[in-house]
DNA sequence: CAGTATCCGTCTGGATACTG
DNA sequence: CAGTATCCAGACGGATACTG
């Protein structure tokens, strides 16, 4: 981008802007999650693009990426304080949505679970080529 | 954009996401400013996208327009209640990005006057056809 | 001064398919 | 499951020139 690096406000922007980065934050701000849950709970994303966003928020220090040598394999994000250092940020986005915009739901995962009771392991077949 | 236009966070998201909006409130928290302020201000902001943002957060009920019809003619723009609720964000941000990014900068209109006395009139000669 | 019109490049992000 | 590769459309935004 091209703004004044040395304004905070500015280079939190630049942070801020993308698409999806602050929803990935907030799906974070509760626990830790996998790359599929955060799939699912960010309805419509590609997985090219939380790729990518995970990535650079990695890169930026925000997220915190751990890989478990699983058989399925199983990687999880959880932030990192530098990224829990956002969450007042969303936190005040969602007082202003709901004061302001007129926008109620919560767009929690939790609250978006159809059956609470846990599904265990979704898939675990085999699935080796 | 496409996101769920029902959470709060998402919403307030789709506002703060254009790369100059949240630089123009901020320039607009401290007091009302003219066209040319602000485009000075936003070092680096091109007429037209300055007008574009303008307009936009003017629909959104964020920004008021207040034009006077004088000579030169002059036009000020100023926050109403629903942008004013946003400068706690910002705040947010600003403590953000000196605390984690190293933003150290202020980056307010205020603190890049070269000089500091008024300047009274730019360019007082006709500029008609 | 306060914009608008036009043109055009860049980057973001979606769809789809494939791999380790 | 957890991604990556490729392709592509559209939004965003800059430059420049011109008008009321």
Redesign the pocket.
């Known amino acids: ?3 004044d690096e040395n304004c905070p406000v500015c280079a939190t922007a630049e942070i801020v ?5 602050l929803l990935i934050i907030r799906d974070l701000a509760d626990d830790r999650q ?4 955060l ?1 699912r709970s960010l309805k ?12 650079a928020l990695e890169e930026e220090g925000m997220v915190k ?1 751990e ?1 478990f040598p699983e058989v ?6 959880a932030l990192t304080e530098k990224g829990r250092a956002l969450v007042p940020l969303i936190e005040d986005m969602r007082s202003y949505g709901r004061r302001w915009l007129g926008a109620e739901g919560d767009c929690t995962p939790a609250a978006e679970d159809d059956a609470a009771v846990a599904p265990a392991v ?2 675990p077949p085999a ?3």
């Open positions: 981008m091209a703004y802007c993308g698409k999806w980065t996998r790359f599929c849950e799939e419509g994303i590609s997985p090219r693009t939380l790729s990518l966003r995970l990535r990426r890989t399925p394999p199983r990687v999880e994000y979704v898939a699935f080796a080529a």
